[in-house]
């Protein structure tokens, strides 16, 4: 399978802390994507990261990208409760994006 | 979720019935998609267009048909359903290689 992978699966944290989620993938990319996804609903578009690009900020999100490992990770600074979410990387291949099995982060008030 | 629409949002149909989720966009995007989302699986790629009648089978696709007829509307049909089928399933669309934007899903259950 080409679809990246999350670690850790789950992730529990108070709020105002700090949240990091990895991925790993298999094949070289086109770009890397992170999702978020909350319970019930459709995936959202969190952030893109180009493979010629090593990191990316959008307000609290930090995005790491590191080719040579076939890994990044998401850093979501200040935790909110709003945050709790599932989070999903997706990687773009070819002409398609697959998507690995997702962190659930829960952030406790 | 602004610019797609999936119906039916809920479904409960009897196993070797025939059945067909409309995705609606109206942003005039050149490719849809549908997902299934199973816990432990994450989501898999059933069909994809790339455009009016131009559709391409993804990674789950036996026992699933699309069709799209015009570029807003991408139907996926389950030919005869199965236990296997219970699901949820997400249509999104995206225009080259930006992101997805996804609808906000249909839950399928097959007795």
């Known amino acids: 399978s080409q679809q990246g992978e999350e670690d850790p699966q789950a992730l529990s944290i108070q709020e105002g802390e700090n949240a990091t989620m990895n991925c790993s993938y298999k094949?070289?990319?086109?770009?890397l994507q992170w999702y978020r996804q909350n319970s019930g609903r459709g995936l959202v578009h969190l952030i893109l990261?180009?493979?010629?690009?090593r990191e990316k900020h959008s307000g609290r999100l930090r995005v790491t990208l590191d080719t040579s490992k076939k890994s990044s990770s998401l850093l979501i600074t200040a935790s909110r409760a709003a945050d709790t979410a599932s989070y999903f990387c997706a990687t773009f291949t070819g002409n398609q994006f697959y998507f690995g099995t997702g962190t659930s982060l829960t952030v406790i008030p | 979720d602004a610019g797609i629409t999936q119906s039916p949002r809920h479904k409960v149909t009897e196993t070797g019935t025939p059945v067909t989720l409309r995705c609606h966009q109206t942003e005039n995007h050149r490719y849809m998609y549908w997902y299934r989302q199973d816990p432990g699986h994450g989501l898999r790629l059933i069909h994809y267009?790339?455009?009016?009648?131009?559709?391409d089978k993804g990674e789950v696709s036996d026992g699933y048909s699309v069709s799209r007829s015009k570029t807003e509307d991408f139907l996926l049909t389950l030919e005869s359903a199965t236990s296997s089928q219970t699901s949820v399933y997400f249509c999104a669309i995206s225009e080259g290689l930006r992101g997805y934007t996804f609808g906000s899903g249909t839950r399928l259950t097959v007795v």
């Open positions: 094949t070289s990319i086109n770009n």
């Open positions: 267009s790339y455009g009016v009648k131009d559709t």
């Open positions: 990261i180009r493979s010629n690009e």
